[in-house]
Structures are given as C-alpha cells and as structure tokens.
C-alpha cells in the first residue's frame, strides 16, 4: 500500500513537512512512510512547484529513509505546493519512471491503490489514451495509465469530470473482461494552484484519505507540538494515512467524494460517480 | 550506440569472454564498452543458459566498467551460451527495465540501433503484439517491443521468417507515418541451443556485425593471444563491433543477411528481406 | 538489527536457501530478512564458494526483497557454502563496501550487532590493525573493523583465538574510553571448507544464534516441508534468527560460545572468553 | 582524472551552470563532463550554499549526463556559490560518500589529482587527523583524507597555511615511504562567503587551472553567447579545464599557486609553497 500527503499553502521547507522531530504533526502523519518501521521501501517521489510553471520531481528507488539526498534537498526547497509518496510495488518494477508522482505539463498526479486485473485489460486501456498523449507514458504502471485517461478525457479543464470519466472507463473495460471491483484509489493532482483530491474504490471501500482540520485551532490546542508553529494559517495538508493519537487534527476525506483546496485555501467537497463511456 | 556481443560453444568462464587481459581477443572486441575510454555508460546487461531451460540475466543501470558485483559474477559463471550489451540510450530511461537481453521464456533478445520516429509510431507497433503477450513488455524501448513483434510473427517457431514479418511491419506503419528509412538494428536471438544474428537497415547502411573465423586457426595463427588458449575449438563468437588490429579473428556479416550457429558449431548465412504485411 | 544465515553441506542451489516457498524451513529463517515484512532495508550481500578459491560475492545497497539480480542469480549458484547478510546500518552509509559479507583472501566474515561508542574509539582500532593489512580495508562499518583485527590476531591460523584476541581488544580500548559494554555480536566467518560462529557481548545478553538439528531427522518429521527433502543430510544452518513455529528445527548456540562445522558436517562448540591485550 | 567548477557571484539558477545550451560559455566548460563523450562516469556531486548555513549536497553514483534528478533540481536551486564535480575513480569505490564536494560544518572541499601511493601512506596520513575530526570522515578517498588534514592544520582560520601544511605533511610521509612527486591537486574550497582554490603538484606539472575574466566584458565581445546575457557581472567560475575555442574567456592560474575570490567578486593570487612538519 503507498502512502501519500500533499501540502499547499504559503511556502515552507520540505524538511518541516517530511522530517520534523517525532512528536510533530507531520512527522506522524510520515511516521510508517519515512520512518524505520515502514516495509514502503519499493521507491519514493517528491514533487514541488518552485521556479518555473512545471513542477520539479526528484524520484529514487533506494528506500527514503536510506535516502541522503532526499534529507539534504528537504532543507533547501520552500515551496508553496509539494506532493510526497511513498511506493509499495504491486508487481511493476522498481525503478524512477514507475515512482509517483507523474508529471505531464504542469500538473502533478499521484496515486495510492492499483487497478485489479491490469495486465489483462492494460492494453485496451493504453489503447484509448490520446495518441498525442500516449508517447509520454514513461512507465508501467497502472497509475500513469489512470493519469493519461483523465488527461485524455480532460483533466486540464475539469479535473472532476475528467477523472470520473477515467475511472467509468476502467470499469466498463474491466466489466467487459469479467473482473469486479476494478479500480481503488486516493488519489491527488494539482495544476500549480489547485490541489484536487479523490477517494474512490468500485467495491464502495476505498482507502483511508484525510485532511488537515485548521492549523490555527491546532496550534492553540497543541502548543506542545512544535510544528504547528512553523507551519502557516493558510496550511493544507491532504494524507492517505490516519494518524491515531491526534484525532482533531484530522477529518476523514468521505467514501467516493473528491475534494479540491485552492490557492488561498478555500475548500470544496463533492460526491465522487464515475461515468461510464 | 549500443554494443553486443554472444558467445556459444563448449562452457567457458564469463570472466574469459568480458574481462581477459589487454591483448585478448574478446579484451578487444569489448574494448569500449567495457573499457575506461567507452561513452556506454547508460547501463549494461547478460544473459545467459545455466541452470533450467530459462536463462537467467544479470543487468544493472551502473556502467559496467564500475559494477563490482559484475567482475565477481563473471568469476563465477560457466557457460555455453552468453549474450552481453552495452547499452547507449537514445532517449528512453535508464532503468534496469530496458537494458537488453530481453527474455521471453526460453528466449533473449538484444538488439543494436533504433527505430526512427518510435514514439509516434509506438502506439501502432504496440497495438499489433498478441494479446497474451503484450503484458509482458516490461520497459519503453523500441528494442524490446521489436521483440514482442517477432514473437507476435513466430519466432519460437521460424525466427527468420518472423523478424522478416516484424521489420516489415515497422517499414509499413513507418511508411504510413511519414517515416522514411525507420528500422536500424543488428539483432541477436537465442533458444538455449541456437543463436540468430541479424544485420538489416532500411536505409541499406547497417551497423557492422562480425562473427569468429575458427578459434583453432587463430590459435595457430596467433600464440601470443592468451584467450584463444582458453576458448574451446568449438568457440563462436558474434559481434556488433570491429576489431581494428586483430582482421583475421573476425568475418563481416554482410549487409541485409541473418545468420545463425547451431549447438554443435555449425553456421548458415541467408538474405534478410523485411515481409510486409 | 542485521540478519544472516550460513550454509555448508553439498552443494545446493542457492534458491533453495534463500526464496523457497512459504512452508519451507529456510523460508522461514529468512522470512524476516527477504519477506515483505522486514525493515531490514539497508543493503544485502551473500557470499559464496564456486570457482576458485576465493569466494564471490554479490552485494547490493538495494532491498534484497526487491532485487531482481538476486533472484536470477540464486537460481543459478550451486554451492556448498554461502553466506547472506541482510544489514540494518546502525548509522554508517549505506554502500556496496559495508554491505556484508566481508572477503579477505579465501575468508569471509559478517557480523550482527555492533561496536558501542565505535566513532569515539574507531582511530585506536583502525591503528591497531597490521599496517599491511590497513589498505585492505574498504568500507566504514565497526564491523569490518573487527574482521581486520581478527585478520591481525591469526584469524586464518586459528579463529577463535584471533576472534578472542580482537573482542579483548576492544573491550580494552572501549575501557580505556569510559565505554561499558562495548561488544554486541554473532559472527560468522569462513575459510573455504570450515564455518565458524560466535555468539558473544560484553553485557552478556547476546542476540540470537541457532544451528540446525539433523536434516535427516526434520525430514522424517516433516514429510510436509518440501526443502527438508531438496536439502542433501549434510546440510549445515547457521541463522541468527529463531523460527518461532519449528522449534525441533533448530538448537540455539549458549551465551559466550563459538562452534565450528567442517566440510564434512561434524560440529563442535566451546566457550568464548575475550583476551585483553 | 576529475573535474570541477565553482561559481560565485548574485544568485543564479545551476541549470545556467550546468545545463544551459551547447555553445554557452560554461556548457563549454562542462562539455566533457556533463556530455555525452565524457569519461567522467564514477559519481558526480554538487554543493551549493543555499538556506541555513551549512552547504547542501547532492550526489549520485550514476553518471551525472543520466541523472534525471539533477537536471530536476537544476532548474530549482538558485545559489551564488555553488561546486560542481565530475568523479573518475582512481581506485577507491564508486559511492556516494567518495563522491566530492565534501563538507565539515559550513565548509565544502573538493579535489583533482590524486596522492600517489595513498594505499601505502593512508595509515600515516589518517593517523595525523585530529581526534575529534577523525569520525567524520565517511569514505575513503585520498581527497578527503587531505581534506581532513587540512581542516586539523586550521583550515577554518587560514586556509591557505592549513592547506601548504596539509600538502607537507603528506610529502614528508611519503618522502619516509620512498614514494616521490606524492600529491597532485587542484582542489577547490569554500565557506560559504569567500572561495579558494589550490593548483600545485609535487612534481611541478601540474593539472589545469583557469578562472573566469571579466563577464561583462565578455557579454560585449561575445553577444552571440547566450549564458553571457545570464549571469550577472559578479560572477566568477573556477574551472579544471580549459576551453579550447573561447581562450579571451579564461585565464590560466599558475603553477604552484593559490587564489581567492571573496563575496564582493575580488580576487587575489598568491604562491603555494608546502610546509612540511
């Protein structure tokens, strides 16, 4: 299982968000990703706008906790928008173009869950990306296909729209092959402003996704808690794990909904129905 | 520009065929991709038959001048049947994924050149594997799926014939793209008891391709080479690169011809010509 | 914590010791080390005698779980004596040259445990290490350090003595620097045909050592578990971890004790004492 | 043989260093390094000063012209002190903690060259570092042992006496092992504010030096380099090696000698003379 967390909000270091000292929010919310206990040792990947409209990805299959570039370059990128994920293989190979999160322009996908039964209905789903689309597929997994079928249906313009269109489709593929309960997934993507995230599985028993409540109100009721002081008002956090010993922190992101935060960090809810071709 | 080279015959040390000192025979042959002054740094790989039917592969996305445990694994494997490459990305990743051999059951694959306008013409090329076996593509390379084009066309049954139908469908989907002279390959393949070699271009200009004259005359010809003491009589070697000092050792391949070395030493050399579809 | 196991016997596919099927014995030694559970992440190496006298190794700073060279490699090495190491870096990098198991000459050497304090007395350590010995070492792990001054004390004339001499040395330096309690280990070490192991710490609370019982017997016993009949009756198991669900498999080696298995499987073990300088 | 470049001066993006297109000045520079005809493939590093303090590192193993991680982070790191280095291995192993620039506190340090018959000297030379310093030293290289001696002379208060100490001492301990010329070097160093750089070889040839002239008038005379119009009149490049076709740009540092170039862009020349004990 991956994990994954994205933040937005005004810039802050990578370090405060991915190895702040044990007893921080975030470092909880990490506590199984980059920690010693985690078997999440298949990859990782970072990504952040920083210069430039194009998110910069640094990805690497050496576990992270192992990794000694990620601790150097997590003190030195401040950024207002970043996505972390921690990979656990589910068959494809471990290398970097399989390792979250995915990039095409400028926008950001990363993805928690897999598709059942992809090697067999691989192929039709690859055959109705956008052939435009479709060089730029550098991996093989099922998450990178997911994100060039919402791009084909038109994730640039309605993210919502687009990724329920994706999901109908695998589902009518994966129906057509006689296999139930194709698709489960959290999932997040993000434009450079707008961080859109979903929580959806065919069989109506996603995985765990939540979000930060008010960092404000945290800061007051844990003073104890160091990061709540570095983080900034506008914090937004998204996670794929629940942390268990700081509840208030955070609210449950419901059963087939999606969600967005943007810029300022207003935020919206919304059921999550796939659309079928 | 990638290198290969195979060997088959009695089972001789790996070590003899990639590592032997300055003035052997195959020293030269690999030179430069496994010598300090090679620019093929994007990965390497060998395969080869030991144990089973299904020959094992060992590659890694180091340069193989750096790889330790490649000088201790070529100690240690005996064989009578070796494929190794150098690889030299022309644009995909480096990843352990797309280093050559590839294998499909008892066969490897390796493959020198490229096929021009590949990512436009991926899609169709892709389209046309078989069913059953576009699942087992595992990297991006255009190599890889000229592979699965042939065993789409029946490699396991007529290789000739079905790299004939393979490159002549790339020609044809080339052609309907717009893409003149598309396929660049000297080709290797094998099933555990026989190797193929292929030399063909579009264009009509291939990549040189060589194989051994008799080890026992150049034993004679030349006792100051310590490796043909080592190599058995029944020693065949191909190779995607000239020797510029050693002639006699080695007999070109001619343009647009295959050939092939069967387990007891025997060789056959036939016109190549690409079936289109 | 580190994680090995040693083999002698006749010789067997290395497969079949370290990726057997879930019911196996050594499956279940290793499960923790190459399962999907096990946080040992830092780096593997296995080390074996094949051609020549000096023993290969194939080490690799990735998870041994996601290693596909290992894989290919163990089933193709036929051996009858291995060593693997599954490393847990206590803080040194994580790099091929501390990735056990370590090789001098025809001698290997891994090590669980570790040197408390070893930053502060690593410098009178390394300088008691004979000067022609010194260049040899290659990495930067206590535990290398302690092989070489086995090495310096007569490790290839007579083991336990050399190992007692090296442990007293230690601890004699640890004194010297106000450390209590320097030395953690279960060692194994190697010449070619002769295994020994050490279970030993200054504190007198030592991690786990077990030997296998008779193979002969735990086949009889266990007509279920397929490896009991792969493995040939001279099959020798040194592991430092206990099987939790096959207690007649295994017999564990007492506190402060070293043993010894011959190439032609007789045992014996006897009591460690370090000697102080 | 290696190769660096250190730039100084306002702020600029490392991919403007490294990266910027082929007939921009310092493109040229790195040409053989970063370029696909290098040999240069044992590891590369870069360091830079960006926040906090202390320099931030990344360095990689594989060879620097595949890496898709630095060319990510190079459109990111904005810096107006940055080391870049290309490693050829003279022996030691290629991993991460050989690769230059090294760093002790808020200092980075990195070297071309190496000290002939280091193996045999090594135990003399490290024996000479402080105490205190000695557990920092993580590989095991000839660069950073002199690094290490360096900083034990007072490196951190006069660099240039520490370094003439440094060079001493290893030309007094080889002079004992009958080892003569021992040290070759260019080395670069750096705390954050003022750069230094070192060329001098024990034997009087030694390996190239150039540092940038002036910018601005280069942007005059070469309107038709692009880089020119980027960097700010501030900045000052050391580099290794020499540009064959924009000789007006560079100017050679003499034999035996040292050089400066503080926050504020002067620069100051001097003599190199080693101190021996």
Redo the contacts between chains.
């Keep these: 299982m991956c994990r994954w967390m994205t933040y937005s909000g005004e810039p802050v270091?990578a370090d405060d968000l991915l190895f702040r000292p044990v007893h921080s929010l975030i470092d909880q919310a990490l506590h199984s990703k980059l920690g010693?206990?985690?078997?999440n040792?298949?990859g990782f990947g970072i990504g952040w706008y920083?210069?430039?409209d194009v998110p910069?990805?640094?990805?690497?299959?050496?576990?992270a906790?192992?990794d000694?570039?990620l601790r150097?370059?997590a003190?030195?990128?401040?950024t207002g928008l970043l996505f972390a994920h921690i990979r656990a293989?589910t068959g494809t190979?471990?290398?970097?173009?399989n390792c979250h999160p995915f990039r095409h322009g400028t926008w950001m996908w990363m993805h928690n869950g897999g598709i059942t039964g992809f090697?067999?209905i691989?192929?039709e789903l690859?055959?109705a990306v956008a052939?435009e689309l479709?060089?730029h597929?550098?991996?093989?997994t099922d998450s990178e296909v997911l994100f060039y079928l919402a791009l084909t249906f038109g994730l640039r313009d309605d993210p919502p729209a687009a990724v329920e269109r994706a999901v109908g489709l695998v589902e009518e593929v994966a129906a057509g092959a006689g296999i139930r309960h194709p698709v489960q997934m959290t999932v997040a993507t993000a434009d450079g402003s707008t961080t859109w995230a979903f929580r959806y599985s065919s069989v109506g028993r996603s995985r765990s996704l939540y979000h930060s409540t008010h960092i404000g109100q945290l800061r007051r009721m844990h003073p104890e808690v160091p990061v709540f002081g570095t983080l900034p008002d506008t914090a937004r956090l998204i996670v794929s794990e629940p942390l268990r010993d700081m509840p208030d922190a955070w609210a449950e992101v419901p059963e087939s909904c999606w969600g967005m935060i943007t810029e300022d960090g207003r935020g919206e809810q919304h059921a999550f129905a796939p659309r079928r071709p």
Excluded: H, M
């Excluded at 010693?36 to 078997?39: E, I, L, P």
């Excluded at 910069?56 to 576990?63: Q, V, Y």
């Design positions: 270091l010693a206990t985690t078997t040792g298949d920083g210069e430039g910069a990805l640094f990805k690497s299959t050496e576990p906790w192992n000694e570039n150097e370059l003190g030195q990128i401040r293989s190979p471990v290398q970097r173009s090697p067999t691989k192929r690859v055959g052939p479709y060089p597929i550098e991996g093989s």
